[in-house]
């Protein structure tokens, strides 16, 4: 999932064809060294606690490294589980379309036709086809379906039963909309006709036929999957938000070493879990828009790439596929913030492969953070200095008429505003897309609680003003 304060998801365009496809441009070959020496630039002026990173060419893996340390205290190398999020969505449609090959599925066809459980209030409904999930065109949303209950379901079947109450944002095929719904369905499907459950059937389907062996959905993985937030500059360690993550929107966590197979196989290198066709129709997107199916198009570095990020609350990762010249690209941390550091040096290792020597990224997620700090420490200044001249106050508006003397409250009242609807407004920002307490406490909290600290100061402020106007006007 993306995060309300970052950029939109990346997106992309490949063009696909038989054989290893994607021939050698004008880009250039970096070096394990070169690549290495900037990753560890990288990685020391965003001060990030760890990274893992990965960067293919053709059929093979030019560079693959980790960095820094997990929350148990472990260093981070190619080869420790990452969470991917969003970047999930690529693996699930990759899934879908093995069954297209063999004819058990056909895009064009309803979903209902393979997943009879999938039931709305709305009829519309019935008419949502499989490719529309994959291209986010289905008119599901985060708006109009209940996501508190599908993030309390246990199972995939679970999931898709909560949306029974659910109705369309809009036709079926009308508009793009990104919901992380489409592809947790689509995971429910997959489960349906292939006769098993979803984690088994994405071990065989995709990461077994790779070699990724290290690959799996959800936490079924050798060690605990802690991460970090970023609190004013300082790294806390947080566990991954409850919820369901077992689906195909953002449950995959794998490594730097298996993505390298991954982003291979998207070049038309190596092994395949698909078949020419089927991965070009993968990465094509859906007419009118810049998606495909988990994949999208974007220009980055002046060159056009296939890109998607992905964010839960202690993870971040980006991963491309650079389809004039074979490159694949992957990001991956071990925490989140308000700034997405990953996305930076991406840029960066794909500049590499231009041969120019990227400039390091880093300073966003300090400055961001050291701009909020500051803005509370002034609120909290403010806030002791309105109580403690309170009084002034009070006697300079004594005898003023009720009206003119709550207009000058207001002002020191709006902080307070905006934090009794701070869900609201950034469920606005996000399109709808749900948000809750709970994620404001993660990522978000270095202005969670610059925001708090400026209500609470302009309460006080208020709960004094009144109070002393209150005296003041009994002792005349």
């Given at each position: 999932?993306?995060?309300?304060?970052?950029?939109?998801?990346?997106?992309?365009?490949?063009?696909?064809?038989?054989?290893?496809?994607?021939?050698?441009?004008?880009?250039?070959?970096?070096?394990?060294?070169?690549?290495?020496?900037?990753?560890?630039?990288?990685?020391?002026?965003?001060?990030?606690?760890?990274?893992?990173?990965?960067?293919?060419?053709?059929?093979?893996?030019?560079?693959?490294?980790?960095?820094?340390?997990?929350?148990?205290?472990?260093?981070?190398?190619?080869?420790?589980?990452?969470?991917?999020?969003?970047?999930?969505?690529?693996?699930?449609?990759?899934?879908?379309?093995?069954?297209?090959?063999?004819?058990?599925?056909?895009?064009?066809?309803?979903?209902?036709?393979?997943?009879?459980?999938?039931?709305?209030?709305?009829?519309?409904?019935?008419r949502v086809t499989v490719r529309q999930l994959l291209n986010q065109t289905s008119g599901l949303s985060d708006r109009t379906v209940d996501i508190g209950a599908t993030q309390r379901a246990r199972t995939l079947a679970g999931y898709v039963a909560a949306l029974r109450h659910g109705t369309l944002a809009g036709e079926p095929g009308a508009h793009w909309e990104y919901c992380n719904v489409n592809y947790d369905v689509a995971a429910r499907l997959v489960e349906v006709v292939d006769g098993r459950d979803?984690?088994?059937?994405?071990?065989?389907?995709?990461?077994?036929?790779?070699?990724?062996?290290?690959?799996?959905?959800?936490?079924?993985?050798?060690?605990?999957?802690?991460?970090?937030?970023?609190?004013?500059?300082?790294?806390?360690?947080?566990?991954?938000?409850?919820?369901?993550?077992?689906?195909?929107?953002?449950?995959?966590?794998?490594?730097?070493?298996?993505?390298?197979?991954?982003?291979?196989?998207?070049?038309?290198?190596?092994?395949?879990?698909?078949?020419?066709?089927?991965?070009?129709?993968?990465?094509?997107?859906?007419?009118?828009?810049?998606?495909?199916?988990?994949?999208?198009?974007?220009?980055?570095?002046?060159?056009?790439?296939l890109v998607h990020s992905g964010n839960l609350f202690t993870y971040t990762a980006v991963q491309a596929v650079d389809p004039a010249t074979g490159f694949g690209f992957a990001v991956m941390t071990n925490s989140a913030s308000l700034h997405d550091d990953t996305y930076d040096i991406l840029l960066g290792l794909v500049a590499l492969t231009d041969g120019r020597r990227p400039t390091a990224p880093g300073g966003g997620r300090q400055m961001t953070e050291l701009a909020l700090a500051l803005t509370a420490?002034?609120?909290?200044?403010?806030?002791?200095?309105?109580?403690?001249?309170?009084?002034?106050?009070?006697?300079?508006?004594?005898?003023?008429?009720?009206?003119?003397?709550?207009?000058?409250?207001?002002?020191?009242?709006?902080?307070?505003?905006?934090?009794?609807?701070?869900?609201?407004?950034?469920?606005?920002?996000?399109?709808?897309?749900?948000?809750?307490?709970?994620?404001?406490?993660?990522?978000?909290?270095?202005?969670?609680?610059?925001?708090?600290?400026?209500?609470?100061?302009?309460?006080?402020?208020?709960?004094?003003?009144?109070?002393?106007?209150?005296?003041?006007?009994?002792?005349?």
């Amino acid at each position: 999932m993306r995060k309300p304060f970052l950029a939109a998801l990346a997106l992309s365009l490949v063009v696909a064809c038989a054989g290893p496809a994607w021939g050698e441009g004008p880009a250039t070959t970096p070096t394990p060294a070169a690549i290495d020496g900037y990753l560890r630039e990288a990685f020391d002026s965003t001060g990030l606690p760890g990274m893992s990173a990965v960067v293919t060419h053709g059929d093979r893996i030019v560079h693959a490294t980790g960095l820094g340390r997990e929350a148990s205290g472990r260093s981070v190398t190619a080869d420790t589980p990452m969470r991917v999020a969003s970047v999930s969505k690529s693996f699930t449609a990759a899934a879908i379309m093995t069954l297209v090959d063999e004819g058990r599925v056909a895009l064009d066809q309803p979903v209902a036709t393979y997943l009879p459980e999938f039931r709305m209030a709305d009829p519309r409904a019935g008419r949502v086809t499989v490719r529309q999930l994959l291209n986010q065109t289905s008119g599901l949303s985060d708006r109009t379906v209940d996501i508190g209950a599908t993030q309390r379901a246990r199972t995939l079947a679970g999931y898709v039963a909560a949306l029974r109450h659910g109705t369309l944002a809009g036709e079926p095929g009308a508009h793009w909309e990104y919901c992380n719904v489409n592809y947790d369905v689509a995971a429910r499907l997959v489960e349906v006709v292939d006769g098993r459950d979803f984690t088994d059937a994405m071990r065989d389907r995709v990461f077994g036929r790779l070699g990724m062996g290290a690959s799996a959905v959800g936490d079924r993985v050798v060690r605990p999957l802690d991460g970090f937030v970023s609190v004013y500059g300082a790294w806390v360690p947080r566990t991954e938000l409850p919820g369901f993550r077992g689906g195909g929107a953002g449950g995959v966590v794998t490594t730097a070493s298996d993505m390298g197979r991954w982003l291979i196989s998207q070049t038309g290198y190596g092994p395949q879990v698909l078949t020419p066709a089927s991965l070009a129709v993968l990465h094509e997107p859906s007419p009118g828009t810049d998606y495909a199916m988990g994949w999208g198009e974007e220009v980055l570095e002046g060159r056009k790439l296939l890109v998607h990020s992905g964010n839960l609350f202690t993870y971040t990762a980006v991963q491309a596929v650079d389809p004039a010249t074979g490159f694949g690209f992957a990001v991956m941390t071990n925490s989140a913030s308000l700034h997405d550091d990953t996305y930076d040096i991406l840029l960066g290792l794909v500049a590499l492969t231009d041969g120019r020597r990227p400039t390091a990224p880093g300073g966003g997620r300090q400055m961001t953070e050291l701009a909020l700090a500051l803005t509370a420490l002034v609120a909290f200044g403010l806030g002791i200095l309105g109580v403690l001249r309170s009084g002034r106050w009070a006697r300079r508006r004594a005898g003023r008429a009720w009206w003119w003397t709550a207009l000058r409250l207001v002002g020191v009242l709006v902080p307070a505003a905006v934090l009794a609807t701070y869900t609201q407004w950034v469920s606005f920002l996000m399109n709808g897309r749900a948000v809750t307490w709970a994620q404001m406490t993660y990522f978000p909290a270095p202005l969670t609680i610059t925001l708090a600290v400026a209500a609470a100061a302009g309460l006080a402020t208020a709960t004094a003003r009144l109070a002393r106007l209150r005296s003041v006007g009994s002792t005349k």
